[in-house]
């Protein structure tokens, strides 16, 4: 028998330990179940019962009880240990007596398959009373699995597993399909960006979606609006091709139109190309939306210039802008869709195709405004632009007001000059010609190919061509007196067209220059062939005003006044020589100026404008008669005019005035 300390099960009871409380929740606890809580303890109670303990005063009553509730207590404990034990015994002595049982009962049902095994754990008591193999065992009911069932099974699970394999061979085959009609779509969609990126457009990742690819359109220096607006995200259809979302510009495709318009009628448009097609190429409909976003850009810039010219007869709504060169002509701008292509008058002139040209100027000019911010973005680092400079409407309209004044101003410098002329040599003044020239590129620019390029040089070009237009008259009245004049278009501060007058040839424009200058143009120091040349008669006479003339009219104006007072000059020079007399001079009168000499003849020179607009060259003849009165004749010369053309030329009617008195004509 073992000792107790070598058993594995232990059936001492608990050991007790100490009664102190081994925490501050036990200690709260006791004192809760003794003294009713905290409450009961005093310190004056707490004394008493030390100085009690310390004198060995005990109570007797309470004492007693303790002792006998703790022999209770004990009592207790001892025989629920006792019980606890003789259960536990007893269990473990039924599952050893069980154990037992079950294996002599499989020992014995063995020793008849197997007699001669002596390893079978077979009990002496049992092997005595019932010996060895007298319990057997055998099947009630035999197994229905057949070697032909087994065979068909065997089919079965063969025939499922190929059936699998058939379906695992045609999934693969159907995801290879798919994978190469992906492949084809892909092959397609990534056909048509590489088409595009070739044609350098630029290609990118959308900003708020980086896995989405997009292309962009816009231009780096429009307004923001339409700088933000101007990436397209290309996603693929099904079939493969490429599909562009458009914000701003899917509103369809637009241009901006210009059409003209005489008392009501149109009298001439700008024509509208063809709407691209939804399956043309890529690169095409990416074209069509840079186009339609330039346009609308373009439209938003001129709406925005618009409201600041009302003082020059431009007005807008919602729908159109509107300008009025004159009374009975108007000029609209509207933004239309693009539908079918339309067919355009091929007899249309060259003259009512201005409103084409204007569409091509006014894309040039929002280039030009483009192309001023990036410059002014790349060079302008040190002191950033203020707000409303950077802000400002682009001078588009203002522009295509200043070059239509200007061109109407050229045109009627140009037509005064030719009446002028050909007046002048109906009189017989053979030396007067004109010259209207337009002026070409300074030196700088036109040689700017062998310079080097850079954006300054680029947008000076640009600048030259946009707001330089610059025109050259030259008026030979005598071989004496010649009159200089250079128009030149003004966009800012004010719209019009400047006439710098002068009487000797201007300088050449030092190149590169673009500023629209109001400033008189300087006279160029007179070269040797000038200095061989009479002074002009005209400095003393009729000198120009040294500020630039505001328009054609008073520019023609002062052309009239000196060409009179010119031809008066040179007619006094001519009678003279040749009447061999020296009392023959010019003077200013009241009406004009005037061949006069001592006996107080007068033949005064001047211009009026016909019935039909034409000049006519009149020459006034003064003289006294008898008896104190006062003979007067008139002679008139006008160019294209037959009837009542004069017989003589001015020169032989002043002499004939100042020599003796003519005979009274009727006035022609």
Request: aromatic share 6%; net charge negative; proline share 6%.
């Amino acid at each position: 028998m073992t000792t107790p300390t070598a058993s594995p099960f232990s059936l001492r009871p608990w050991p007790i330990g100490d009664k102190k409380p081994k925490n501050l929740g036990e200690f709260i606890t006791r004192v809760n179940a003794e003294r009713s809580g905290f409450r009961n303890v005093t310190e004056d109670k707490l004394r008493e019962e030390i100085a009690a303990q310390e004198g060995g005063r005990v109570d007797v009553d309470r004492s007693s009880e303790d002792e006998e509730e703790e022999d209770e207590v004990d009592t207790d404990k001892a025989k629920t240990v006792i019980e606890a034990r003789d259960e536990v015994l007893r269990n473990l002595e039924v599952a050893h007596q069980s154990a037992m049982l079950c294996l002599d009962f499989v020992s014995l049902l063995l020793s008849k398959e197997k007699p001669s095994d002596t390893s079978l754990p077979l009990s002496d008591a049992l092997r005595e009373r019932a010996g060895i193999g007298t319990l057997g065992a055998s099947k009630l009911k035999e197994s229905n699995v057949s070697e032909t069932r087994r065979q068909d099974d065997l089919a079965i699970a063969t025939g499922w597993r190929l059936m699998g394999v058939n379906n695992t061979v045609d999934s693969v085959v159907a995801a290879a399909e798919k994978l190469e009609k992906e492949m084809e779509l892909e092959a397609k969609y990534w056909a048509d960006v590489l088409a595009v990126s070739e044609n350098g457009w630029a290609v990118c990742a959308l900003p708020q979606e980086p896995h989405t690819l997009g292309v962009r359109f816009g231009f780096a220096e429009s307004a923001p609006e339409f700088r933000n607006s101007s990436i397209a995200p290309l996603r693929r259809n099904d079939d493969g091709t490429v599909r562009m979302d458009l914000g701003r510009a899917g509103k369809g495709s637009q241009r901006v139109r210009i059409t003209s318009k005489k008392n009501g009628t149109v009298i001439n448009q700008s024509p509208l190309p063809g709407r691209t097609p939804d399956d043309a190429p890529l690169q095409d409909r990416v074209l069509e939306a840079r186009n339609t976003i330039f346009h609308q850009e373009l439209w938003y810039e001129i709406n925005r210039e618009a409201r600041t010219l009302l003082s020059s007869d431009v007005y807008s709504d919602s729908t159109s802008i509107t300008w009025k060169p004159n009374d009975d002509t108007e000029v609209v701008f509207t933004l239309e869709d693009l539908s079918e292509p339309e067919t355009v008058d091929e007899n249309m002139s060259a003259y009512e195709s201005f409103c084409t040209a204007y569409s091509i100027y006014m894309q040039f000019l929002l280039y030009q405004g483009h192309k001023q911010n990036y410059y002014r973005r790349t060079t302008m680092t040190q002191l950033p632009p203020s707000r409303v400079t950077m802000h400002q409407p682009y001078a588009i309209l203002r522009a295509v007001i200043a070059n239509t004044e200007y061109f109407r101003d050229c045109k009627v410098m140009t037509d005064f000059l030719r009446d002028m002329v050909a007046t002048l040599q109906r009189a017989g003044i053979s030396t007067a010609n004109y010259k209207a020239v337009a002026q070409p590129l300074s030196p700088a620019l036109s040689q700017s190919g062998t310079a080097r390029y850079n954006s300054k040089t680029e947008l000076n070009l640009i600048n030259h061509v946009v707001s330089r237009l610059e025109s050259a008259f030259e008026l030979a009245i005598t071989p004496a007196a010649n009159i200089y004049a250079r128009s030149r278009v003004v966009i800012v501060p004010y719209i019009g067209t400047i006439f710098g007058i002068s009487l000797a040839p201007f300088s050449p424009q030092p190149g590169g220059g673009s500023s629209n200058t109001t400033t008189a143009e300087t006279d160029a120091p007179p070269t040797g062939d000038d200095k061989q040349r009479p002074p002009n008669p005209l400095e003393s006479s009729c000198p120009p005003s040294a500020d630039p003339y505001p328009n054609a009219r008073e520019a023609v104006r002062y052309a009239r006044q000196a060409t009179a007072r010119a031809v008066t000059q040179w007619l006094v020079e001519e009678a003279a020589r040749a009447l061999a007399r020296d009392d023959i001079s010019w003077a200013e009168t009241a009406r004009g100026p005037a061949v006069v000499d001592r006996a107080d003849r007068e033949a005064r020179v001047d211009f009026a404008d016909g019935p039909d607009d034409r000049l006519i060259l009149t020459l006034d003849a003064r003289w006294p008669a008898a008896d104190r009165a006062v003979g007067t004749r008139r002679w008139a010369w006008a160019a294209g005019r037959d009837e009542g053309k004069e017989s003589e030329g001015i020169v032989e009617a002043v002499i004939e005035v100042i020599r003796d008195r003519p005979e009274p004509k009727a006035e022609s």
